[in-house]
């Protein structure tokens, strides 16, 4: 992402029409290019997010040793190494923004005799990272991170790794994801139980690529559970992945043609893996008119196209259940809710305040400096709407280097008066660069 703060102010805007497509699923393209490098022969990529977070994790996936290019057509080809077959990187491997690359990754490093040093950005420095240093350390690997277990940091993998049983203490598909791929090189079974379920594209292409993994939905001491076992000393088969449609970039896109009158959209493709659904449930349940049109299944994923039309929307208490279905689409959800009739109260949502920016503090402020009534809880916040009436605007709102935080107060600036200035929209090309293109595109 640019050095240089980009600010922007984003105004009221006619309706939204037409039809789009959003770029690829962020998290399906960072596991087809790990697993493209962890397995023998050719993987070809389609609809690839080219977005920066992605980008670093083929610039590592390089560095240790795979052949990553991108042909004129945009289709992507990886030739792989097979698993076990990484290189130590000759330097640190640059992770940017991004969480998910640097998660996933410490896992893959941490079956490989290698050692590897993480860095980041000021945001990425800031999280958590001891939730998979305490696992992979159990397998043993060997981590120097910075005060506090987060990055700077360095690891040695361990090769022969050692199988864990972990039950996952926070719910989280980046440290499931991160002990499966350690697993894929480890002797033995390795199991990860997860006593709420999470985004399970780890499972769907492991077992695509090859991988023997097994699924078991069991009852356990606090409910149900689903408990996952990878085989160890895998050979992953090269694939060719067709990537669909972000819901989570959809999402911007999806509200903003809720709360735009006029508006009458249909955004095709989007994937609708039910771990990543739960917005379309919510906004539902609020009254948003979201169609799901030709479901159909892209790359062993459920995809549909969606027309989304201006709808008035009424506060709800939302599920808590349903958090980690929709666990980056709150800041979007808190604006859809900022013009509302009456009350939306969210709880559970402890995870928000360690993703790219504390996501319940952030929006508070910026969504309170537009003309929002919002009180911060612990765990959630209780957003009183406007009924309609658009919010004053203002700004500059502080991003705290958060593409979703970017995004989020892009789309409030279009049901605003005065129009909301943003402080910085740089990060926004870790997910999503065509954002803005598309937006003034269908918001005209
Ligand atoms: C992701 C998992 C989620 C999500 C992130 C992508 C993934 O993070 O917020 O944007 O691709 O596995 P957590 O595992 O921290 O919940």
Do not use: Y
Not at 82 to 99: F, I
Not at 110 to 139: K, N, Y
Request: glycine share 12%.
């Amino acid at each position: 992402m640019s050095e240089t703060p980009t600010p922007r102010r984003f105004t009221a805007s006619g309706p939204l029409r037409g039809t789009m497509r959003v770029p690829g699923d962020k998290s399906i393209s960072h596991r087809s290019l790990m697993l493209g490098a962890l397995a023998i022969g050719k993987t070809t990529i389609t609809g690839l997010l080219e977005g920066e977070d992605v980008l670093a994790t083929a610039a590592a996936m390089r560095a240790m040793g795979a052949t990553i290019e991108r042909g004129d057509d945009g289709t992507w080809t990886v030739h792989g190494v097979g698993v076990g077959g990484l290189l130590q990187p000759a330097q640190a491997l640059d992770m940017g923004n991004s969480g998910t690359s640097t998660r996933l990754l410490m896992g893959v490093v941490a079956s490989h005799g290698i050692t590897a040093s993480f860095t980041g950005d000021a945001s990425l420095s800031a999280r958590p990272m001891g939730r998979v240093i305490e696992p992979l350390s159990q397998m043993g690997a060997q981590f120097t991170p910075s005060p506090g277990g987060t990055l700077p940091l360095m690891m040695r993998g361990c090769l022969p790794a050692v199988p864990i049983t972990c039950r996952l203490p926070v719910a989280s598909a980046q440290v499931k994801s991160a002990i499966l791929l350690a697993g894929l090189n480890t002797p033995g079974i390795t199991t990860v139980i997860e006593p709420v379920a999470t985004r399970d594209h780890s499972e769907r292409m492991l077992k695509g690529f090859g991988a023997r993994l097994e699924v078991e939905e069991a009852e356990g001491a606090d409910g149900p559970e689903r408990i996952i076992r990878i085989h160890g000393d895998a050979d992953l088969v090269a694939q060719d992945i067709v990537v669909p449609g972000d819901p989570s970039s959809a999402a911007f896109f999806i509200v903003a043609a809720l709360i735009v009158p006029g508006s009458d959209l249909r955004i095709e493709n989007v994937g609708l893996n039910p771990t990543r659904a739960g917005l379309i449930d919510v906004l539902r349940e609020m009254g948003g008119q979201i169609d799901l049109l030709n479901p159909r299944e892209v790359g062993g994923e459920p995809v549909a196209d969606l027309r989304v039309r201006h709808s008035q929307l009424h506060g709800i208490t939302v599920d808590p259940a349903l958090a980690p279905s929709m666990i980056d689409e709150f800041p979007v959800l808190f604006v859809a809710a900022s013009v509302a009739t009456g009350q939306t109260v969210t709880s559970g949502l402890d995870e928000l305040r360690v993703k790219e920016s504390d996501r319940l503090s952030v929006m508070a402020t910026a969504l309170r400096a537009i003309g929002a009534s919002v009180e911060e809880r612990e765990d959630g916040l209780v957003i009183t709407g406007t009924g309609g009436t658009p919010l004053a605007g203002g700004g500059p709102v502080t991003t705290h280097l958060d593409h979703r935080i970017a995004m989020s107060m892009a789309i409030a600036g279009l049901a605003s008066t005065n129009g909301v200035s943003v402080d910085d929209t740089a990060p926004i090309a870790t997910s999503f660069p065509t954002f803005e293109k598309m937006l003034l595109e269908r918001a005209s």
